[in-house]
Structures are given as C-alpha cells and as structure tokens.
C-alpha cells in the first residue's frame, strides 16, 4: 500500500489533523505486555515516587508510538514513513484514576525533500509540557 498523501498537493506548512490520545493505566499495562517492558516505574506508583517521579509515567517508546499516528493516519500508510526520531524531554505522568493522561499531538509539512519525500515535524505536549522534542519523521508520498 503506497501512501495516500501526493508529494504535488503538500508544501512546507501543510498542517496535519491534530490528535489527542488518552493514556491510562490499564493501556500501560497492556503496553507492557505486548512490548515486554515492564519496569515497575510504568505500572507501581510506590516504586516510581520512590525512585523521584510524581507517579507512574508512560513508556517512552509509547508515547512515541502515539505520536506518530498523527503521520500515518494522514498518510493512509505506516509503511511510508521512512525516518522518525524524538528527543523524550518530559515523561508523560499517568495518574490512577478513570481519565488517566491525555497526550496531544500536532504535526506540520517542515521541508520538501527529493524524491517525493517530505520532512514532518511533530509537536507533542501533555498536561501542557512539551512531552517530545526534536520530533520528526520523513516520509514518502505517492
């Protein structure tokens, strides 16, 4: 499946439909179980005060994950991403309660690269901190 997304009909500022995820402890367990992480700063809220963090925080690489699908869901194909990297500044904090957290996440067409690819950066914040820094993905439009 090829991307959905024409290299023609995109330019630098193009924004992407922003996204909103919610994040609760039952995902993080699951999470866990489906990734094999399951450092008990991720699920036991005595262990990560303990160890300095205000409660239980979201996996790095899940919260990376969510992020992306701003990218993908545009695209129409997660295969067309070519590249992504993120620089974690700030932990996403999963309180225990039936809300949990919410990390939202917007992206925008940053440059216009050959080969009919595109450089998009992320933005990424949760309880109004930036959660991600340094976010972005190339990817390969039709």
Known sequence: MAAQVKYSEVEVGTELPAQTFTVTRDVLVRYAGASGDFNPIHWNEKFAREVGLPDVIAHGMFTMAEAIRVVTDWLGDPGA??????????????????????IEVGAKVAALLDDNRVRVDLT?????????????AVVQLA
């Open 81 to 102: 991403v070519v590249e992504y990297g993120v620089r974690f500044t700030k932990p996403v904090v999963v309180p225990n309660d039936d809300k949990g957290a919410t």
């Open 124 to 136: 990424a914040t949760s309880d109004g901190k930036k959660v991600l820094g340094m976010a972005r």
